[in-house]
């Protein structure tokens, strides 16, 4: 039993003896900026902005996440086409949100449009208070307005990319290896994105647009022109920031409409769908200037912002 011990604690004191070892060559190595010997490359180095652009397009379509608009969308494409419109209008995670959404907005703004005509105690010409907190709470109230305003240009680009079929199909994607030789040049062997290979039927498309598209840039306008009246023709500092938050609670109605209303199985819908993506080489379709636009996509907030602005600002102030 003693030579066991002994054997024992000799094996002790051979790891602990590896062990210090191990960390002296890894101090001396990192003090010296070289790696770890004791990690082997996996690959090639990469940049992370080229690594995701290979794999994803440099130019990709989405639908807006946490909507009403796009889980709409996307329950009536998941669903078999057979059972596609009881799925969508009966059990309840389709249709009963949208028309909630809207039924919940358009009748907030339009008596909030009603109240901002008739009241006699706002101020017309959009002089009390503090000009700058004015400016910077009409630019956060319009920033919502144009935020919704953009997503539906985004289902309409998502919408695009898919060719028109005469019978309903499944909604399905397939990954694809780019062979081009500007995009292999650019991003090498792993290029790769993915594409729909199922279609729309025309009437699907002029439903989406009728009903989706359609309804959400006529609640956003509703919203954003009476908000902003609100908010403009506010008396005081004190009304302005509550009518900026109230404002901004109208425009935000959709989003909570779907947290509550549509199941987390129907919202992993639309945090699962793939990245419908095309690499910017192979666009030749997208002129230069328009590939520039998107490059420069901040400043082109900045001066759609200050259109909104200018707009209400205009309608608003000034007037009886």
Same mark, same amino acid.
């Given at each position: ?215 959400? +840039?006529? #609640? =956003? %306008? &509703?919203?954003?022109?009476? !908000?902003?009246?609100?908010? $403009? ?66 400043? +082109?907030? #900045? =001066? %759609? &912002?200050?259109?909104?602005? !200018?707009?209400?600002?205009? $309608? ?5």
């Amino acid at each position: 039993s003693m030579e066991k011990a002994d054997a024992a604690e000799g094996r002790a004191g051979q790891l602990e003896e590896m062990l210090a070892s191990n960390a002296l060559a890894m101090e001396t190595a990192e003090a010296a900026g070289q790696p770890d010997e004791m990690l082997e490359k996996v690959g090639e180095p990469f940049s992370p902005g080229t690594a995701n652009e290979s794999q994803v397009g440099g130019i990709t379509r989405a639908l807006p996440r946490d909507s009403v608009y796009g889980n709409a969308i996307l329950l009536w494409l998941n669903a078999l086409p057979e059972t596609r419109a009881t799925d969508f209008f009966l059990h309840g995670n389709g249709a009963l949100p949208l028309l909630l959404s809207y039924l919940i907005q358009t009748t907030l703004a339009a008596y909030l449009m009603q109240s901002v005509v008739e009241a006699e105690a706002l101020d017309t010409s959009c002089s009390n208070g503090s000009p700058l907190l004015r400016a910077v709470a009409t630019c956060t109230f319009a920033l919502l307005g144009l935020r919704d305003l953009v997503e539906s240009y985004e289902i309409h680009l998502w919408l695009g990319e898919f060719r028109t079929v005469p019978a309903m199909e499944l909604l399905r994607f397939q990954r694809y290896l780019d062979r081009h030789p500007r995009a292999l040049a650019q991003y090498g062997s792993g290029a790769a994105v993915t594409r729909p290979v199922s279609g729309i039927t025309a009437r699907e498309r002029a439903a989406f647009y009728v009903c989706i598209i359609g309804g959400k +840039v006529a #609640v =956003a %306008l &509703l919203v954003l022109l009476s !908000g902003s009246g609100l908010v $403009l023709r506010s008396p005081s500092n004190h009304d302005l920031i509550l009518n900026a938050v109230a404002a901004g609670f109208v425009m935000e109605q959709d989003e909570l409409v779907f947290a509550l209303c549509v199941s987390h199985t129907a919202q992993a819908y639309g945090s699962n769908c793939p990245l419908i993506g095309l690499h910017a080489a192979r666009v030749a379709r997208y002129s230069a200037s328009r590939l520039k636009l998107f490059d420069r996509w901040a400043w +082109v907030s #900045v =001066a %759609l &912002l200050s259109a909104v602005v !200018g707009i209400t600002t205009g $309608l608003w102030c000034g007037t009886g």
